[in-house]
C-alpha cells in the first residue's frame, strides 16, 4: 500500500520563491528600486547566447547525414549554373 505526504502550498512552493527572488528577481521591494544587476539580463550577454544556440545548430546540422550529398548537389549546380551564363 503507498503512503500519500500531504503538503501544505507554502511548503510546495517554497523553492518556486526563492529561485524567483534569488536568481531573477531585480532585488527591487515596494519601497524602491532594483537593486541587483545580473550578468545574464544584460543585451550583450543574451546576444552572445543566441549566436551560441545558432552555431550548436549549425554545427549539428554539418554533422547531420546527407550533408556531404547536399554539398556536392550544390556544387553540381552551381557550375552548371555558371557553365550557362558563359
Known sequence: MATYRVINCQ??????VTFWH???GS???PFGSATKNWPWED?????TMEVNEEMKVNAHEEDSPGRQEME????V?????????T
Not at 556536392?72 to 556544387?75: E, F, I, S, T
Open 77 to 85: 549546380i552551381a557550375q552548371s549554373l555558371m557553365s550557362a551564363c
Open 22 to 24: 534569488t536568481f531573477r
Open 43 to 47: 543585451a550583450q550577454v543574451k546576444k
Open 11 to 16: 511548503d510546495w512552493m517554497r523553492f518556486n
Open 72 to 75: 556536392m548537389l550544390r556544387n
Open 27 to 29: 532585488g527591487a521591494d
